[in-house]
């Protein structure tokens, strides 16, 4: 079954400031749920190319995954994982909303081994998850003095 979800929330924040954010790995395990480690491997910046390892629990499971950098400019970040239990393509896109941001996710993929199990199930449940790391995305920038 494959899944292809799209998520968005509006930051009231520059999109310069969100896709700074939304790009440093540092950052990911203060918004993104279940993500507990997150490390560029090689040198910084984040760029095409870079890949970003990460660990995160997903359905009571240890999902070790690292995603490689396909795109990355002003108006968003394009990722496929590359080594993961089932191949993803995450694409986030900035875009300028007055002095705000609407960010989207969207997540492509076709789960397989232990989360194939979960068909239909799987993708409203990756929906929900994607949706609460955009708000929470958004709690914690909009929380910022600035």
Do not use: C
């Amino acid at each position: 079954m494959k899944i292809d979800i799209t998520a968005e929330v509006r930051v009231a924040r520059p999109p310069a400031e969100v896709a700074a954010y939304m790009t440093d790995p540092t950052n990911d395990p203060e918004w993104i749920g279940g993500v507990s480690e997150a490390r560029l491997e090689g040198e910084p910046p984040v760029r095409p190319g870079s890949r970003v390892a990460r660990v995160a629990g997903f359905l009571g499971k240890r999902v070790d995954y690292v995603n490689e950098v396909l795109a990355l400019d002003a108006e968003h970040l394009d990722m496929r994982s590359v080594a993961a239990p089932f191949p993803m393509r995450i694409t986030y896109s900035f875009t300028p909303d007055g002095g705000a941001t609407v960010v989207r996710n969207r997540v492509r993929g076709e789960p397989g081994g232990f989360f194939a199990v979960f068909g239909p199930l799987l993708a409203p449940m990756v929906r929900r998850s994607v949706q609460r790391d955009l708000e929470r995305l958004r709690d914690v920038l909009e929380s910022r003095s600035g």
